[in-house]
């Protein structure tokens, strides 16, 4: 299977997804938790304004003004003046709602969570397709780095090759990260030195014993 051809095929992938039942239901959730938000604003308002109001009064003492108008209308007088008492009240009901709306922000928050992930499933599930040839693409990949390893460990124990050392302790540095993470699975064989490599120094050995090398043909991993 085609690993470039496979991911060139995620856009229809995901356009088989049937997003539009996902899109609405959370932005039906988006919305109330913004309505329940403004609530909760305007609740936080009428509590500053009924602060400053109580914050008058205990200054001031009651609005004497207010209390004429209300003996001249022969109304209540309680009706035109702001009782402390009413005030907080009305503070205190205003908190307790407040608190019922941020209970209902959460609910619907889950609630938006819980659809967010329903969609990540369907993704999920529409690019399952994918799993195969990137692990194969994977496998391919640490194959080739442990040919690299073995090549890169026969010419630096045959011919001292520049770099082939520094090469050799950054692959092994990476295949033991890859390992540790899973990644570098341990079913992988162990990949034989390069023919060619070998042929070098089977035709060489002479050349290589006097120099004082010690070749390998063969490296266990």
């Known amino acids: 299977m085609d690993y470039h051809k496979e991911i060139a095929r995620i856009p229809a992938m995901l356009a088989r997804i049937d997003t539009e039942p996902h899109f609405t239901r959370m932005a039906e959730l988006r919305e109330q938790i913004a309505s329940e938000e403004a609530a909760i604003e305007r609740g936080r308002e009428r509590i500053d304004a009924i602060n400053k109001l109580k914050a008058e009064i205990e200054l001031n003492g009651p609005d004497g003004n207010a209390a004429a108008d209300a003996l001249r209308a022969d109304a209540d007088v309680l009706t035109f003046v702001k009782d402390i008492d009413k005030l907080e009240t009305e ?29 990540k499933t369907d993704i999920s599930e529409a690019l399952l397709p994918l799993a195969q040839p990137l ?17 890169a460990v026969a010419l630096a124990e045959a011919f001292n090759v520049e770099g082939t050392r520094e090469i050799e302790a950054t692959l092994l540095e990476s295949m033991t990260t890859l390992n540790a993470r899973h990644i570098l699975r341990q079913s992988l064989p162990s990949p034989e030195v390069s023919p060619k490599i070998v042929e070098a120094i089977t035709s060489h050995r002479n050349l290589i014993h006097e120099a004082r090398f010690i070749p390998r043909t063969s490296v266990k991993l």
């Open 91 to 119: 503070r205190v009901t205003i908190l307790a709602g407040i608190k019922k709306l941020n209970r209902k922000i959460d609910d619907l928050k889950h609630e938006l969570q819980d659809a967010s992930d329903k969609l």
């Open 135 to 151: 692990a194969q693409r994977i496998d391919d990949a640490a194959r080739e780095m442990l040919s690299a390893y073995v090549d």
